[in-house]
């Protein structure tokens, strides 16, 4: 444990060092937000939301945007670490696989869940006011996605040598998740097949809970309990998969190594 916590304070400590990283995980979702609410506002009506405003509609989403980007940075400093050696010297350490993938998912996660928060906390100055009441559970369903994202997001940097390869699989795979899960646009309305795409999309269920924590009176989600119980097993499946991932290619995508543990009987 003292090894996990080393590593994810580790994320916390190279995060305040780079204030650049702030920036780029806040003000695009944050763009976005404002620009495509203020956009589709007079022409987008959510199905069977009442009177509810394509920016109230689109502000958990972008919520989950935040998370997803602070996911995507935290995670490609494993790249890094390798190329500067650091990532080497603790997979040949005593620390175990596990520890080594907690300390990287603790770190991401608590990051990813301090921006997202932030976002929260200022909805009532920028225009969406949930209930102080809602923060709460808010804040339990967004740590679960966080958890999920990083989880993910470290399962898939450990295997790729290149910053560039990783930023070209999190546009074909991360972001098209975030865009079916419900975030952009509802799935009444949608073809068939779009529809079904969104229901096998773990990441749904997350932003299902996280818009019906923030209003309870949301309609065309799947029930709460089914919602929460998904999201728990994708973040509990990330976690497992990544500590899975780093015991079985402790030397990540190095070809050699992996070849001669290969040989090994």
Do not use: C
């Amino acid at each position: 444990m003292r090894a996990a916590r080393a590593l994810a304070w580790r994320e916390v400590v190279r995060f305040l060092r780079q204030p650049s990283r702030i920036v780029g995980a806040l003000a695009p979702p944050l763009l976005a937000w404002l620009l495509l609410g203020a956009g589709f506002g007079s022409s987008f009506r959510v199905p069977g939301g009442g009177g509810a405003s394509y920016i109230t509609y689109f502000f958990p989403g972008t919520v989950v945007l935040v998370v997803l980007f602070a996911a995507i940075f935290s995670t490609i400093s494993v790249i890094e670490d390798r190329r500067e050696g650091f990532l080497q010297a603790v997979v040949v350490s005593p620390v175990s696989p596990f520890a080594v993938a907690a300390g990287k998912i603790a770190g991401g996660t608590f990051l990813a869940l301090a921006q997202g928060g932030v976002l929260l906390l200022l909805a009532p100055v920028l225009g969406t006011a949930p209930s102080v009441a809602a923060l709460a559970p808010a804040l339990v369903v967004l740590a679960f996605v966080a958890l999920a994202l990083t989880g993910l997001g470290l399962s898939i940097a450990w295997m790729l040598e290149s910053t560039q390869g990783f930023h070209a699989i999190m546009n074909l795979f991360l972001i098209p998740m975030w865009f079916l899960s419900g975030s952009f646009f509802p799935a009444e309305g949608a073809p068939a097949w779009l529809r079904a795409a969104m229901a096998v999309n773990p990441l749904t269920y997350g932003v299902a809970s996280l818009r019906r924590a923030l209003d309870p009176s949301a309609s065309g989600l799947p029930s709460s309990g089914l919602a929460l119980a998904v999201t728990f097993a994708f973040a509990l499946g990330a976690v497992l998969v990544a500590a899975a991932v780093i015991s079985r290619y402790p030397a990540g995508p190095d070809r050699a190594a992996l070849r001669s543990r290969r040989k090994k009987p």
